[in-house]
């Protein structure tokens, strides 16, 4: 077997479909600023747009390789650089970030966050998650009021 063949990240997927699956969630990456995906997904994602960035940074010489990666979608394109000129101008490398979540209901499959750096994490919580954080916070009341009563009640004795 060679070992300097690459095997493709996406397999099962041809070359031009994992193009058009970069292109929207990077364009889904600039308009949110963080997406839910699959971990495969988001390191081919995390390495195509910091080296959009590396780009947009270079200055007009790089414009028309953006400008082909976007399909000239003139929105996207004003918006991506609009993100590369407030948010990570002052930075030289490092974009993104990947943050690992719980998995995905119907198939439990491994999901993360990726995002820019400057942005934060705002998972949806279930309901079943909300309730166990309600009963969670009134067995630590009724803990801490039993052992305040306690102690209290006892050093009056």
């Known amino acids: 077997m060679n070992k300097q063949i690459k095997k493709p990240r996406m397999q099962g997927k041809t070359a031009s479909h994992v193009a058009s699956i970069t292109r929207s969630l990077v364009m889904e990456l600039v308009r949110n600023q963080q997406i839910k995906t699959t971990p495969t997904k988001a390191k081919i994602v995390k390495s195509r747009f910091d080296r959009l960035v590396t780009l947009s940074?270079?200055?007009?010489?790089?414009?028309?390789?953006?400008?082909?990666?976007?399909?000239?979608?003139?929105?996207?394109?004003?918006?991506?650089?609009?993100?590369?000129?407030?948010?990570?101008?002052?930075?030289?490398?490092?974009?993104?970030?990947?943050?690992?979540?719980?998995?995905?209901?119907?198939?439990?499959?491994?999901?993360?966050?990726?995002?820019?750096?400057?942005?934060?994490?705002?998972?949806?919580?279930?309901?079943?998650?909300k309730l166990l954080e309600k009963r969670q916070k009134e067995e630590n009341k009724k803990s801490v009021t039993g052992r305040v009563k306690k102690a209290v009640s006892g050093t009056k004795k």
């Not at 200055?59 to 028309?64: D, I, L």
């Not at 400008?67 to 394109?77: R, T, V, W």
């Open 57 to 129: 940074k270079r200055g007009e010489s790089s414009q028309r390789m953006i400008q082909s990666f976007f399909a000239s979608n003139e929105k996207a394109i004003a918006k991506f650089n609009k993100v590369v000129e407030t948010q990570l101008q002052d930075r030289n490398s490092g974009y993104t970030r990947i943050v690992k979540t719980l998995p995905r209901k119907g198939d439990n499959a491994a999901q993360v966050y990726i995002m820019l750096v400057n942005a934060e994490v705002k998972e949806k919580k279930s309901e079943v998650q």
